[in-house]
């Protein structure tokens, strides 16, 4: 079976309790959550947190937290596959079986479920451990500048300095959404990026929401957009 894991702990500091923060009339996990759901790929929907208040808003919008997360693998310093690592282990010693497991990050307002399906085609079609959304940099990264202390800018490459932006290769980042990936390559902690499928999606649907200015912003998108986004 496939199960979600969507990590959500209660110690985010430069917006403080922004996973379950009001967002357009829900808290801000419900958006993921509902997604999930509506995707009708999963067997649970798990989410992995320390914070009780989390917890209970989690399952008040369906999902299952059958587990509390430890303090260990609930810093800023904790990456995203060892946390899902313990919660697979977790769900074993419930006697679950897995096959894929589709990691959702709680401040994805924008996620779609045919997004998560066509990455899990994608993953099954494929010998590669993990798939994920990526969308296009606004600008060629290789024109990129740098602004010195004395207010000087200067071309990181300048041996692209005067290249057409046209004649550049395209770049891509992490969508920041969700990630499927084999039950072997989470518990083995392999690098994400480097092992991956990319599903390439617009850049008005990615919102990286770590600042308030971010979280503005994506209100307003989603505000200007209605429910078209999901």
């Known amino acids: 079976m496939n199960i979600a894991i969507i990590p959500a702990r209660g110690g985010s500091k430069r917006i403080p309790r922004k996973n379950i923060k009001d967002f357009c009339g829900k808290p801000m996990i419900a958006w993921p959550i509902r997604v999930a759901q509506s ?3 999963f067997s649970h929907i798990i989410v992995s947190t320390d914070d009780p208040e989390i917890a209970s808003v989690a399952q008040d919008w369906g999902a299952e937290v059958p587990f509390y997360r430890p303090a260990n693998l609930s810093d800023d310093f904790t990456g995203t596959t060892p946390v899902v690592a313990h919660a697979i282990r977790e769900c074993e010693g419930l006697g679950w079986q897995m096959d894929k497991i589709c990691c959702i990050y709680p401040c994805a307002p924008f996620i779609q479920a045919t997004d998560i399906k066509f990455a899990l085609d994608a993953i099954n079609q494929s010998t590669c451990a993990y798939s994920f959304p990526v969308t296009g940099f606004p ?4 024109r990129s500048l740098k602004l ?5 800018i200067s071309p990181f490459y300048p041996q692209y300095e005067l290249t057409r932006t046209q004649d550049l290769e395209p770049a891509f980042y992490d969508a920041g959404q969700f990630y499927w990936g084999a039950k072997e390559a989470w518990l083995h902690n392999t690098r994400i990026h480097s092992n991956g499928l990319g599903l390439v999606i617009p850049n008005w649907r990615v919102v990286d929401i770590d600042k308030p200015e971010d979280w503005v912003r994506a209100e307003v998108i989603w505000r200007s957009l209605g429910s078209n986004t999901n």
């Not at 600008?139 to 290789?142: D, R, V």
């Open 139 to 142: 600008s060629a990264i290789q």
């Open 148 to 152: 010195g202390t004395d207010g000087m």
């Open 39 to 41: 995707s009708g790929l």
